[in-house]
């Protein structure tokens, strides 16, 4: 349980505060996320292949706002994600995470966000006991106050260490994507597959590039705590994690949909990318290999629009995380 009572968590819903101030989009920086999570597209560090693409500046992966959770981007009076939640964080999950994006974040740009407390509740869970979730919604403006993209995080505290055998999450998080279904044929690798812009090319049903990762190491999750910021040491001291009941450090949730979010931009151009969200089912452990999928789940012709659902597992069988994503192609 939270060391605060619910009643004033909930009596903070509402509540909004600037929580990341001057949030300069640094080109070392974006290329140093995008190996963190294991994206050798060039054009996440090239200006070139990102002009010949289309793009007046070298674009951000999709997930990079959560590079944002850095101190120097944090005004002086602010902890955390901008609320004191009475969190315990050996014992917090990241449910979910989802973004919409009015352009994609770009070299250049310098973004000050604006965090809601969106929702505040509890649920039993079967294997976590009292869970207590916290929704917190971000905006992100450039300098000269234009939406560029909003994130929304769920944050849950469990009241211990949870089994992998099944996610606490999966049936109790406020909102998410279906998992897609593989097909009995492997997609083609991210290396193998042509970007779609056309959504006359697409029809439902059909997979996207599939991404593996193997023999993931402990090196992973500490290079994306550098690279994102995401310090809480559950991710790479061994005793922390063991001493808070856990088989050993475990990836960053955000560190499999980083992965996850290659397939997309693998599949469109990330200038085309309008939404990627995803649900949190399971852990990454040293030793696991993600593979990451995709399938169109809904195509418009009218509007240009096509939906994906998204899927990442291990190797055995795991599912890691399921998600959506939104492209709008000419």
């Given amino acids: 349980m939270p060391t605060r009572p619910l009643e004033e968590l909930e009596a903070m819903v509402g509540d909004s505060r600037v929580t990341v101030e001057d949030f300069r989009i640094e080109p070392g920086k ?3 996320f995008a190996r963190a999570i294991t994206a050798d597209d060039p ?40 609320f004191y939640l ?7 999950l990241h449910g979910e995470q989802a973004h919409e994006y009015e352009r994609p974040v770009a070299v250049g740009d310098v973004l000050c966000g604006t965090t809601t407390l969106a929702d505040v509740f509890q649920r039993e869970g079967p294997r976590a006991g009292t869970m207590t979730f916290a929704v917190l919604e971000t905006e992100y403006r450039d300098r000269d106050g234009d939406l560029v993209l909003t994130d929304r995080s769920t944050a849950i505290e469990t009241s211990g260490a949870v089994d992998d055998d099944g996610s606490e999450t999966a049936d109790t998080a406020t909102n998410g994507g279906a998992a897609a279904t593989e097909a009995d044929v492997p997609s083609p690798t991210a290396d193998d597959f042509e970007r779609v812009g056309d959504v006359a090319e697409l029809a439902v049903g ?26 809480n040491p559950i991710h ?19 560190f499999t949909a980083g992965i996850t979010s290659r397939v997309v931009t693998n599949w469109f151009d990330v200038a085309d990318v309008t939404s990627f969200g995803v649900r949190f ?6 030793g696991d290999t ?28 795991e599912t ?11």
């Fill in 86 to 92: 009475g969190f315990r964080p050996e014992y917090v």
């Fill in 43 to 82: 054009v996440f560090r090239d200006e070139g292949v990102a002009a010949d693409r289309g793009h007046g500046r070298r674009p951000a992966p999709l997930t990079y706002s959560q590079v944002g959770r850095f101190p120097r981007y944090t005004p002086a009076d602010v902890e955390g994600k901008g």
């Fill in 281 to 286: 089912q399971s852990r990454v452990f040293p």
């Fill in 236 to 254: 790479y001291d061994e005793p922390y994690a063991t001493d808070a009941g856990n088989e050993s450090v475990f990836g960053q949730g955000m």
């Fill in 30 to 32: 974006v290329e140093e």
């Fill in 320 to 330: 890691l995380l399921t998600g959506t994503a939104t492209a709008h192609l000419e």
């Fill in 206 to 231: 059909e997979a996207g590039p599939r991404v593996v990762v193997e023999d993931l190491e402990r090196q992973h999750f500490v290079r994306y705590a550098g690279a994102s910021g995401d310090f």
């Fill in 290 to 317: 993600v593979v990451a999928t995709g399938e169109v789940a809904a195509v418009d012709p009218e509007t240009g629009t096509v939906e994906a659902d998204l899927e990442a597992t291990t190797t055995t069988g």
